[in-house]
């Protein structure tokens, strides 16, 4: 037990009434158990939960700075030995849902546990559908559930997924008086960053866990840094900037569906070079756009999608003649399926991202082989 | 073109302001068009939406009446060559979307087109949302949006899925004023009818296309009766009894996670040789629990569902040796996947889990189809 932490924070004792009966819980702060999937420590982040740098909020759009309070791809990680797990989160945002998305989705929490050495899905749960009562209106909602109960005696890790859409001020984990929680450190080889779109956000996940960045952490056991800015991609310098500054085993970078193709000539050399002369030996992976799902009989958008490749790829042959060594090119073609992987035809559900990560997983591993 | 209709039917005239420009649209009544995945005929139900006759009002329990007023598995087919396609769809009930469930996916139209003879995603819209300006108490949404926009001049067939855990009493197809539009050629097979639980009725699916029902109608060419019931796949008398009214070629029966152990003992003999009775030759698929995600790692969820579906074997023996012909047994303990990861709850598969169902119960189906 030498990992034991005596919190020195603030836990709250509280007794709280699940399925009929009482169990006295002692609150933890995820804060202090450690924050995973973010590219910046606490240290230079404004709160735990953010995933870009206080120093970003002047040089990115106001826009991406409100994306970047979003918890997608955040996550904590612990062991413990509680027959019951409870969660309480405090939304940074009132609005969590849309007419595509549910609560579960936007603003909920996704818990899986390590059961013979895996990762597999143990519950979800949506978040309160109202702010508390007593508040101002637009005040966000807190939500406090069990997740998992009746557990048998052992200790066991878990990995909770933060909110895809929406932000979180406080998430505390709750066991029972007597048990045990600890940090587990991060897994062993430096992480993977995906610098994308809502695609990579996580824009139709049906929870927070079926995201790909998170699918592809569990599969890989590797940390990945979300850093999906919905409908904000866009390879800005001050994004390649703030990426030179991570020190990651692999870049990725899969922006081309929120980009012109006049961006994508403007832009591309320019922002691999600058993660290049940072970052010489780390390898770049440079992903295409996908065929969306209505690509099969809707030749606007198809020709659209070819010409956004035929752009990339010719700044891809562009590097390769400067002799920017490292770069990897992903086709992209069916990466979500040929048809029935997306919600809108645009962004995957859990079909499309499972597909996403079949595809994308053999060719990150080998890029991933000289890494420690 | 003998099949194109003109129909008889009241056709609304109505100019909308559809992208910026206006286009006269032409609106057909889907029911006039003739709704498919029904078990019934229109003559025979309350509305051409409902998915059980009037006269089960009076038969099964309110809760499953209810249910079977949601449109889940009901669609229309239509052949068209519009350059555009709306859809108006009012709804009958005010809840449209739960913290879990996206209004698109309770509540949301769902359209596929048939392209070089497969049936491929084209569009899907969530109900809106907006009640108009002064409108008090019960709301109940009334949406019109374009679907598809800038097809180019060509017939082609289309398939709209209606919603899965809301019903509807409107539905209408728009098309710029005079384009053709008519139904297709029926697929002369006779269909498949499923009656299960609220992984058959949907929940989770991320859009009314995505169920196991929809995704096998799809696959197999034929309609598929969706006969889930949330919560509510009880095997009771009354409901063997309705099951046999249909001749479909083949009835699947998915029960057990609504079912306590002394249920499934208790009445699936009764309930499986009512319908085999009544329909000596046509199969009966009888579908144990699934795996849900949880029985990984949680050992009480799966004592539950071993013990539920060793009950079940039982049942299924006893009417083997009953003499009880044409039975077939479908085990559950792949039919999600196995890697936990194909359900939004554990419960009820997500789009990936309910593919993995659909691949695991299609060549069974088809070798009990082919025979």
């Given at each position: ?292 799902a209505h690509?099969s009989w809707d ?39 040929e048809g029935d992987?997306t919600?809108d035809g ?27 | ?35 498919e995945g ?37 669609h229309v087919t239509f052949t068209t060559?519009?350059?555009?396609i709306?859809v ?20 949301g139209m769902d359209m596929y087109m048939r392209e070089a003879d497969k049936w491929v995603w084209a569009a899907a819209k ?21 679907f598809v926009?800038?097809l180019?001049?060509?017939?082609r067939d289309f398939r709209l899925y209606f ?10 197809i ?10 297709p ?20 699916a991320?859009r009314p296309g995505m169920t196991?029902v929809s995704q096998l109608n799809r696959r197999?060419g ?150």
């Amino acid at each position: 037990m030498k990992n034991c932490i005596v919190w020195t924070f603030i836990a709250i004792l509280s007794v709280q009434a699940f399925s009929q009966q009482t169990v006295e819980m002692t609150w933890h702060n995820t804060a202090d158990i450690g924050i995973g999937g973010k590219g910046w420590p606490n240290s230079e982040t404004k709160t735990p939960f953010d995933r870009l740098p206080s120093k970003a909020q002047k040089p990115v759009s106001k826009e991406l700075w409100e994306r970047s309070i979003n918890s997608a791809g955040l996550y904590v990680t612990f062991s413990t030995d509680a027959a019951q797990i409870n969660i309480r989160w405090k939304l940074r945002n009132p609005s969590i849902s849309t007419p595509v998305l549910s609560a579960a989705s936007v603003a909920g929490m996704d818990l899986y546990v390590r059961e013979g050495g895996r990762w597999t899905w143990a519950a979800v749960k949506p978040p309160n559908m109202s702010r508390p009562a007593g508040s101002p209106v637009g005040t966000p909602p807190v939500t406090e559930a069990a997740f998992v109960q009746s557990l048998s005696k052992a200790e066991r890790e878990f990995r909770l997924y933060l909110p895809l859409y929406n932000g979180v001020d406080r998430v505390e984990i709750g066991i029972p008086k007597e048990a045990v929680i600890k940090p587990v450190p991060a897994p062993a080889g430096k992480p993977i960053v995906i610098y994308g779109t809502s695609i990579i956000q996580g824009f139709g996940a049906s929870r927070a866990g079926m995201n790909i960045g998170s699918i592809l952490g569990r599969r890989l056991n590797r940390e990945v840094i979300n850093l999906g800015f919905s409908g904000l991609c866009r390879m800005e310098p001050e994004l390649a900037d703030l990426l030179a500054e991570l020190d990651p085993a692999l870049f990725v970078i899969d922006c081309l569906p929120n980009m012109t193709a006049e961006e994508i000539t403007q832009r591309t050399v320019n922002f691999v070079k600058k993660i290049r002369s940072a970052r010489p030996n780390t390898p770049i992976l440079m992903v295409e756009h996908p065929n969306f799902a209505h690509t099969s009989w809707d030749t606007e958008a198809r020709e659209l999608i070819n010409e956004k490749n035929a752009a990339f790829l010719q700044q891809f042959n562009k590097l390769q003649k400067d002799r920017v060594a490292g770069l990897h090119y992903f086709k992209g073609g069916h990466s979500f399926g040929e048809g029935d992987g997306t919600l809108d035809g645009v962004h995957p559900t859990d079909l499309g991202y499972t597909i996403y990560a079949n595809a994308l997983e053999p060719a990150i591993r080998p890029l991933l082989g000289n890494s420690k | 073109m003998k099949r194109f209709l003109c129909m008889a039917l009241v056709t609304l005239f109505s100019i909308n302001a559809y992208s910026q420009q206006k286009i006269e649209m032409s609106w057909y009544g889907a029911a006039q068009i003739g709704i498919e995945g029904k078990g019934w005929p229109d003559s025979a139900t309350k509305t051409p939406f409902y998915r059980l006759p009037a006269k089960a009002e009076s038969m099964v329990n309110k809760n499953v009446w209810q249910r079977g007023s949601n449109s889940a598995g009901l669609h229309v087919t239509f052949t068209t060559d519009a350059s555009l396609i709306a859809v108006r769809w009012r709804l009958n009930n005010p809840s449209f979307y739960t913290p879990s469930l996206s209004s698109l996916s309770v509540a949301g139209m769902d359209m596929y087109m048939r392209e070089a003879d497969k049936w491929v995603w084209a569009a899907a819209k969530p109900p809106s949302a907006v009640r108009p300006p002064g409108h008090e108490g019960a709301f109940y949404p009334d949406t019109t949006t374009t679907f598809v926009r800038n097809l180019s001049k060509k017939l082609r067939d289309f398939r709209l899925y209606f919603p899965i855990y809301n019903g509807v009493d409107v539905v209408e197809i728009g098309v710029p004023a005079g384009s053709r539009i008519g139904k297709p050629k029926p697929d002369g097979k006779k269909p498949v009818v499923i009656y299960g639980t609220s992984i058959i009725q949907g929940s989770a699916a991320s859009r009314p296309g995505m169920t196991l029902v929809s995704q096998l109608n799809r696959r197999l060419g034929r309609e598929v009766i969706n006969l889930g019931f949330a919560g509510l796949c009880k095997m009771e008398p009354e409901m063997a009894q309705l099951l046999t009214e249909l001749d479909p070629d083949l009835y699947i029966i998915d029960c057990l996670p609504n079912m306590s152990f002394a249920e499934i003992t208790d009445r699936t003999f009764d309930f499986v040789k009512t319908i085999s009775a009544a329909r000596p030759k046509t199969p009966i698929l009888i579908v144990e629990n699934p795996n849900y995600a949880q029985t990984i790692w949680n050992a009480g969820t799966r004592t539950t569902i071993r013990a539920k579906n060793t009950r079940l074997l039982k049942e299924y023996n006893r009417l083997e040796q009953a003499g009880i012909k044409n039975l077939h047994y479908f085990k559950g303990s792949n039919s999600y996947g196995d890697d936990g990861e194909a359900t939004f709850d554990g419960v009820h598969p997500n789009d990936l889990g309910f593919t993995n169902y659909a691949n695991a119960l299609e060549p069974v189906i088809r070798g009990l189809l082919d025979r």
